[in-house]
Antibody, heavy 121, light 109 residues
């Protein structure tokens, strides 16, 4: 059974950085890309970026490109998302979600449980 | 950027009724690249429909998708109380390559 298990909640001050992990289990990590999607309180879903775990190719949302870094450790079947220069507007639930590599589209067929990041002074 | 606009924002129906949720794109979207998700309170989203009309694994046949070009529809026949959720459409293409609609909240009376 597919599981994406994310790291725990974080409380950060404005200007700080946060790094969240997403450990995959139940499937071959290198057959799926990993995406990060966030959801501000009471709001909709916002795609942040995607990494191909095989070659490390990354695409970022233009809105966040200057502040977000997505990496992976294939030996640990884990993806990471780091967001810098945090602002109060970054307070959100952050999800990882996989999509199948080699497909000509991106569909999220499995999601992590979400990691709450709160940015407050 | 391809903007997806969902309507209505909120839908309130009774069990057994039929729900029709709409998603309109600012430019044409490949049917292959249109998906629908269900997000129940306190949970992560779940894939319902991909390729505009194909049900994901384990999704009951009460859920169906249709549409092409710029107009897509998610239909839920015979509503059940457990269908209480926010429903999102999502597309792949353009820049940024992935966008979501703002969501339709489905309330069950």
């Amino acid at each position: 059974q597919v599981h994406l298990v994310q790291s725990g909640s974080e409380l950060k001050k404005p200007g700080a950085s946060v790094k969240i992990s997403c450990k995959a289990a139940g499937y071959i990590f290198t057959r799926y890309a990993m995406n990060w999607v966030r959801q501000a309180p009471g709001q909709g879903l916002e795609w942040m970026g995607r990494i191909d775990p095989v070659n490390g190719d990354i695409k970022y949302s233009p809105k966040l490109q200057a502040r977000v870094t997505i990496t992976r450790d294939t030996s640990a079947s884990t993806a990471y998302m780091e967001l810098n220069s945090l602002r109060s507007e970054d307070t959100a639930l952050y999800f990882c979600a996989r999509d199948v590599l080699g497909d000509s589209t991106v569909i999220f067929d499995s999601w992590g449980q979400g990691t709450l990041v709160t940015v407050s002074s | 950027e391809i903007v997806l606009t969902q309507f209505p924002d909120t839908l309130s129906l009774s069990p057994g009724e039929r729900a029709t949720l709409s998603c309109r794109a600012s430019q044409s979207v490949s049917t292959y690249s249109l998906a629908w998700y269900q997000q129940k309170p306190g949970q992560a989203p779940r894939l319902l429909i991909y390729g505009a009309s194909s049900r994901a694994t384990g999704i009951p046949d009460r859920f169906s998708g249709s549409g092409s070009g710029t107009d897509f529809t998610l239909t839920i026949s015979r509503l059940e109380p457990e269908d209480l959720a926010v429903y999102y459409c999502q597309q792949y293409g353009g820049s940024p390559p992935i966008t979501f609609g703002q969501g339709t909240r489905l309330e069950i009376k």
